[in-house]
């Protein structure tokens, strides 16, 4: 990804990030927070991850962010309400975010910087015959036909580790979703008094 | 070329971002949000770790995995917070946090 | 020896089974008559025996503490007193208590009495001297508050029990630094000791003995009521008079001279004249005869005219221990025991047929009432002013002899209390037994039965007597010519004191109805009381008082026990704030903790 893009979706990405917390109205917050998802979406394709960018719009953006905002409309929340907000704890959470901030620096400064290594059709024919030398794909399965005609099959090998490496995983995230389908169906229930 | 530390300057900046909104904000829906964004920047912090330490020339799916993983949790974790917050409403008719002090021991 | 502590058990034996199992029964009385006969009949077959029992109690390193009986002549004789006037005590209380509804508790202290004193008597050390010290207070708290309904005979328990407690303290203290010295508490081991710490110490020992001395003087001086710590005899008075017969009579402040003897006796005399605290024991003994002896003079109750002619007699032995003449205060304190529990008595039958009255300004005439009672008190009166050829003359001969060798003025001192003591005696018996009738309780009063007259009779022949050699050989100790009479000065001397006193006596008494004299001064006891209650007890006490308020209340309540709670408190508090229910509070918190964390791993 050319670095100009980078820079541009970075600064769309932080840009909605700052108007999330700089906001005062709640949907204004949560339109912010799609900005700011769509520039980091930006980012994933810029890595090379395309699926995690797909789903980063579609679940993130399109799910999760519109949940939030159809809250925000139950609750027909107003704009918050001005109050008179004692500073200490303002300038006490600003300091933490400077000291998180300076800490983050430090950390970049002295830890090594790399360059992404390329994914060209050399490379990536190159790690199809390994692949398929390892025995872990077939030598004329749609990944390596992908990858020896010199394109990356993201999908294709999210899904394959999805379905080999962490399969158990997936099945308890599974679980996992239907504990909290059931927990919101239980928490949203109208209380009856008589029961 | 965007090396790995601009990445991780840039996750990083969204983490504190998301923090600044999480220790500031005082609408639980709001900081709510806050957390989305700081679970979303360790997302591209794994992102740009898998891309940039590849595996057999490709990219470490190992990586992207738990992002997946982190998105599913996050969806789910968002769905039942939410419901929390809606019963909350009901019963105290303000998602203010500085208004929910029960806890104040 | 298993006589010696079948004698030391019985008694408690007896006092254990009337508090526990006969209390209602009214068996009481006769299980502690029965066990007093018994010890008696014990003490006489131990009479002249030796030998000495221990057994291990505890050990505390090297520090070893036995529980043991010692027998010689000493206690055997002493053992023969304590006895010889528990009986009769004991069969007289059945007629004197015979209306009382605490009759059993009565008794029950009686025995437990007698138990603590022949464990003083027989101990072979001084801590279980110490222990059977503190239990002779303990009884003759129990006794003198019998009526403790009266607050008078409260008080007086009370006060009699903290006096000894000032002198008990001193003893104690005066116990370890004997320890300390000799390293031993038995006494047949202690002179070894002793004689090391001379050799090692030539020229401090004197100091630090006499120190010791002292210290154990003080539980003397508490237990037998030596000046300054006197006050509590005289209000014990407030008991019921066979108890004051029994314990401030004849027994239990004679300890406090038995002790001193026993530790003369076990020092040794030698030791002992050289030390100045001799002069110290001399004196205190005299200026109490003296302040005794003047105060007795103006005492309007038959009680506590005897209870200050005790203090005087205890004086006397003192002085006679002071001028480690000890034998004489011992043969003094054999003879005292036997008159003076005949006076307390005889005052106690003539208490009980007047009707609990004791104002000899409201008897009179007794003597026709009362025929015999008057007589054995009259022999206990002419043994106690010491008219030649009764026992108390004898004994009283011989201190004032031992005052005379020393050349101490101490010997003037004397012969003025023996002057003093026929006149208030005198006194006393003029105005309480001779003349009309004052009262209608005198009138009416009538002859008291055998049970009392039996005892009295019995003491009355033994007052006389027990100065002769025939009976003074069972005496606890006994000075070389005892019981034999020389006329030198000072006999002469006595004797004209004597003569002096009675004749003053009955020409300022005979017939009068009133006290022709008053010296406030003396009726108020030299002020003592006074001065105990106003400046020690209002000043130093309350000052004390307030210095221990003030250590209780802000450094042990306030400092101490309120401080922890408070800190406590405060912490809590502290944490509280943390618990502020605040979702940001604890962000920030949680976010505060993350940044430490990165900080410690990255950066250190």
């Given at each position: 990804?050319?670095?100009?893009?980078?820079?541009?979706?970075?600064?769309?990405?932080?840009?909605?990030g700052?108007?999330v917390i700089?906001?005062?109205?709640p949907?204004?917050s949560?339109?912010?927070?799609?900005?700011?998802?769509?520039?980091?979406?930006?980012?994933?394709?810029?890595?090379?991850?395309?699926?995690?960018?797909?789903?980063?719009?579609?679940?993130?953006?399109?799910?999760?962010?519109?949940?939030?905002?159809?809250?925000?409309?139950?609750?027909?929340?107003?704009?918050e309400?001005?109050r008179a907000k004692p500073m200490t704890p303002i300038l006490a959470g600003l300091g933490l975010v400077v000291a998180f901030v300076?800490q983050?620096?430090?950390?970049?400064?002295?830890?090594?910087?790399?360059?992404?290594?390329?994914?060209?059709?050399?490379?990536?024919?190159?790690?199809?015959?390994?692949?398929?030398?390892?025995?872990?794909?077939?030598?004329?399965?749609?990944?390596?036909?992908?990858?020896?005609?010199?394109?990356?099959?993201?999908?294709?090998?999210?899904?394959?580790?999805?379905?080999?490496?962490?399969?158990?995983?997936?099945?308890?995230?599974?679980?996992?979703?239907?504990?909290?389908?059931?927990?919101?169906?239980?928490l949203?229930?109208?209380?009856?008094?008589?029961? | 070329?965007?090396?790995?530390?601009?990445?991780?300057?840039?996750?990083?900046?969204l983490f504190a971002i998301g923090l600044a909104g999480v220790v500031l904000r005082r609408n639980i829906i709001v900081v709510f949000m806050c957390l989305e964004l700081m679970l979303s920047a360790a997302?591209?912090?794994?992102?740009?770790?898998?891309?940039?330490?590849?595996?057999?020339?490709?990219?470490?799916?190992?990586?992207?995995?738990?992002?997946?993983?982190?998105?599913?949790v996050a969806?789910?974790e968002v769905?039942v917070g939410l419901a929390i917050i809606v019963a909350l409403f009901?019963a105290r008719?303000t998602i203010h946090t500085d208004d929910l002090t029960s806890m104040r021991g | 020896?298993?006589?010696?502590?079948?004698?030391?058990?019985?008694?408690?034996?007896?006092?254990?089974?009337?508090?526990?199992?006969?209390?209602?029964?009214?068996?009481?009385?006769?299980?502690?008559?029965?066990?007093?006969?018994?010890?008696?009949?014990?003490?006489?077959?131990?009479?002249?025996?030796?030998?000495?029992?221990?057994?291990?109690?505890?050990?505390?390193?090297?520090?070893?503490?036995?529980?043991?009986?010692?027998?010689?002549?000493?206690?055997?004789?002493?053992?023969?007193?304590?006895?010889?006037?528990?009986?009769?005590?004991?069969?007289?209380?059945?007629?004197?208590?015979?209306?009382?509804?605490?009759?059993?508790?009565?008794?029950?202290?009686?025995?437990?009495?007698?138990?603590?004193?022949?464990?003083?008597?027989?101990?072979?050390?001084?801590?279980?001297?110490?222990?059977?010290?503190?239990?002779?207070?303990?009884?003759?708290?129990?006794?003198?508050?019998?009526?403790?309904?009266?607050?008078?005979?409260?008080?007086?328990?009370?006060?009699?029990?903290?006096?000894?407690?000032?002198?008990?303290?001193?003893?104690?203290?005066?116990?370890?630094?004997?320890?300390?010295?000799?390293?031993?508490?038995?006494?047949?081991?202690?002179?070894?000791?002793?004689?090391?710490?001379?050799?090692?110490?030539?020229?401090?020992?004197?100091?630090?003995?006499?120190?010791?001395?002292?210290?154990?003087?003080?539980?003397?001086?508490?237990?037998?009521?030596?000046?300054?710590?006197?006050?509590?005899?005289?209000?014990?008075?407030?008991?019921?008079?066979?108890?004051?017969?029994?314990?401030?009579?004849?027994?239990?402040?004679?300890?406090?001279?038995?002790?001193?003897?026993?530790?003369?006796?076990?020092?040794?005399?030698?030791?002992?004249?050289?030390?100045?605290?001799?002069?110290?024991?001399?004196?205190?003994?005299?200026?109490?005869?003296?302040?005794?002896?003047?105060?007795?003079?103006?005492?309007?109750?038959?009680?506590?005219?005897?209870?200050?002619?005790?203090?005087?007699?205890?004086?006397?032995?003192?002085?006679?221990?002071?001028?480690?003449?000890?034998?004489?205060?011992?043969?003094?304190?054999?003879?005292?025991?036997?008159?003076?529990?005949?006076?307390?008595?005889?005052?106690?039958?003539?208490?009980?047929?007047?009707?609990?009255?004791?104002?000899?300004?409201?008897?009179?005439?007794?003597?026709?009432?009362?025929?015999?009672?008057?007589?054995?008190?009259?022999?206990?009166?002419?043994?106690?002013?010491?008219?030649?050829?009764?026992?108390?003359?004898?004994?009283?001969?011989?201190?004032?002899?031992?005052?005379?060798?020393?050349?101490?003025?101490?010997?003037?001192?004397?012969?003025?209390?023996?002057?003093?003591?026929?006149?208030?005696?005198?006194?006393?018996?003029?105005?309480?037994?001779?003349?009309?009738?004052?009262?209608?309780?005198?009138?009416?009063?009538?002859?008291?039965?055998?049970?009392?007259?039996?005892?009295?009779?019995?003491?009355?022949?033994?007052?006389?007597?027990?100065?002769?050699?025939?009976?003074?050989?069972?005496?606890?100790?006994?000075?070389?010519?005892?019981?034999?009479?020389?006329?030198?000065?000072?006999?002469?001397?006595?004797?004209?004191?004597?003569?002096?006193?009675?004749?003053?006596?009955?020409?300022?008494?005979?017939?009068?109805?009133?006290?022709?004299?008053?010296?406030?001064?003396?009726?108020?006891?030299?002020?003592?009381?006074?001065?105990?209650?106003?400046?020690?007890?209002?000043?130093?006490?309350?000052?004390?008082?307030?210095?221990?308020?003030?250590?209780?209340?802000?450094?042990?309540?306030?400092?101490?026990?309120?401080?922890?709670?408070?800190?406590?408190?405060g912490f809590g508090n502290l944490f509280r704030r943390v618990q502020s229910g605040s979702l940001q509070g604890y962000a920030f918190v949680f976010g505060l903790g993350v940044i430490l964390v990165i900080y410690f791993t990255?950066?250190?």
């Amino acid at each position: 990804m050319p670095s100009y893009l980078f820079w541009l979706f970075s600064a769309v990405m932080l840009i909605g990030g700052g108007a999330v917390i700089a906001l005062r109205n709640p949907v204004a917050s949560a339109l912010a927070v799609v900005t700011c998802f769509v520039g980091l979406a930006g980012l994933f394709v810029g890595l090379s991850a395309f699926f995690v960018g797909v789903i980063q719009i579609l679940v993130y953006t399109g799910a999760v962010m519109v949940l939030f905002i159809f809250i925000i409309m139950l609750l027909n929340l107003q704009d918050e309400a001005k109050r008179a907000k004692p500073m200490t704890p303002i300038l006490a959470g600003l300091g933490l975010v400077v000291a998180f901030v300076i800490q983050l620096l430090g950390v970049l400064a002295r830890s090594p910087d790399t360059v992404a290594p390329a994914l060209d059709q050399a490379t990536l024919a190159e790690s199809a015959s390994a692949l398929v030398n390892s025995g872990s794909i077939a030598a004329s399965g749609k990944i390596a036909t992908a990858l020896n005609a010199g394109r990356l099959p993201d999908v294709h090998l999210i899904g394959r580790a999805l379905f080999t490496d962490y399969n158990l995983p997936l099945q308890i995230l599974g679980v996992i979703l239907l504990v909290a389908t059931v927990g919101c169906v239980a928490l949203s229930k109208k209380t009856n008094p008589s029961d | 070329m965007a090396t790995l530390n601009d990445y991780l300057l840039v996750s990083g900046l969204l983490f504190a971002i998301g923090l600044a909104g999480v220790v500031l904000r005082r609408n639980i829906i709001v900081v709510f949000m806050c957390l989305e964004l700081m679970l979303s920047a360790a997302n591209l912090t794994l992102v740009a770790f898998s891309r940039f330490h590849p595996s057999h020339g490709l990219p470490d799916y190992n990586g992207q995995m738990l992002v997946f993983f982190v998105i599913t949790v996050a969806a789910a974790e968002v769905a039942v917070g939410l419901a929390i917050i809606v019963a909350l409403f009901r019963a105290r008719q303000t998602i203010h946090t500085d208004d929910l002090t029960s806890m104040r021991g | 020896m298993n006589l010696a502590w079948l004698l030391l058990f019985l008694p408690f034996a007896a006092s254990l089974a009337n508090q526990l199992v006969l209390k209602k029964t009214g068996l009481a009385p006769l299980v502690s008559v029965a066990s007093a006969l018994a010890t008696f009949i014990l003490a006489v077959m131990l009479l002249g025996t030796q030998g000495s029992a221990a057994f291990h109690w505890a050990s505390i390193g090297d520090f070893h503490l036995d529980i043991g009986l010692q027998l010689d002549t000493l206690s055997t004789g002493m053992m023969l007193v304590v006895t010889g006037i528990g009986l009769p005590v004991h069969v007289f209380s059945l007629a004197y208590m015979k209306d009382d509804d605490g009759k059993a508790r009565y008794f029950t202290g009686l025995s437990l009495f007698m138990f603590s004193m022949t464990g003083i008597v027989l101990a072979d050390n001084f801590i279980m001297t110490f222990i059977f010290w503190e239990l002779v207070g303990f009884s003759s708290y129990l006794l003198i508050g019998h009526w403790y309904r009266k607050p008078s005979a409260a008080d007086a328990a009370k006060k009699a029990f903290i006096t000894n407690r000032i002198g008990d303290f001193g003893f104690m203290i005066g116990i370890l630094m004997l320890w300390g010295i000799t390293g031993q508490l038995s006494f047949d081991k202690m002179k070894p000791g002793l004689e090391a710490f001379q050799c090692a110490n030539p020229t401090i020992w004197v100091g630090v003995l006499s120190a010791t001395v002292l210290c154990i003087f003080c539980g003397a001086v508490g237990k037998s009521a030596q000046v300054p710590l006197h006050v509590w005899l005289p209000d014990a008075m407030e008991g019921p008079t066979p108890v004051s017969a029994l314990i401030h009579a004849a027994t239990m402040v004679a300890a406090g001279v038995y002790m001193l003897f026993r530790v003369q006796f076990t020092l040794g005399c030698e030791v002992f004249q050289q030390l100045p605290a001799s002069d110290v024991i001399a004196w205190t003994g005299g200026i109490t005869a003296l302040l005794a002896a003047l105060m007795a003079t103006q005492q309007d109750d038959i009680k506590r005219v005897l209870a200050y002619s005790t203090l005087s007699q205890l004086g006397y032995m003192v002085m006679a221990v002071g001028f480690v003449a000890g034998d004489a205060g011992m043969f003094h304190l054999f003879t005292h025991a036997w008159f003076k529990a005949l006076l307390f008595l005889g005052s106690g039958a003539v208490i009980f047929a007047c009707h609990h009255q004791q104002n000899i300004w409201q008897m009179g005439g007794l003597m026709k009432t009362m025929p015999l009672t008057t007589l054995t008190f009259a022999a206990g009166c002419a043994a106690l002013i010491a008219v030649p050829g009764t026992s108390g003359f004898f004994s009283k001969e011989l201190i004032l002899d031992a005052a005379y060798q020393a050349g101490s003025p101490l010997f003037w001192v004397g012969a003025f209390v023996a002057v003093l003591t026929p006149f208030y005696m005198t006194r006393l018996f003029v105005v309480a037994f001779l003349g009309k009738p004052r009262s209608d309780h005198a009138a009416h009063a009538r002859e008291v039965g055998p049970l009392m007259l039996v005892p009295l009779a019995v003491l009355a022949l033994l007052a006389i007597s027990s100065g002769y050699s025939f009976l003074n050989r069972f005496a606890p100790a006994l000075p070389h010519h005892a019981g034999e009479f020389h006329f030198n000065l000072v006999a002469g001397v006595s004797m004209a004191a004597l003569v002096i006193g009675v004749v003053a006596g009955w020409r300022l008494y005979a017939g009068k109805d009133h006290d022709p004299i008053c010296i406030p001064l003396l009726r108020e006891r030299f002020k003592f009381d006074w001065f105990y209650d106003t400046i020690l007890i209002r000043y130093f006490q309350d000052l004390l008082a307030s210095i221990i308020h003030f250590f209780d209340e802000f450094l042990i309540n306030g400092l101490l026990v309120g401080g922890l709670s408070r800190s406590a408190e405060g912490f809590g508090n502290l944490f509280r704030r943390v618990q502020s229910g605040s979702l940001q509070g604890y962000a920030f918190v949680f976010g505060l903790g993350v940044i430490l964390v990165i900080y410690f791993t990255v950066f250190i």
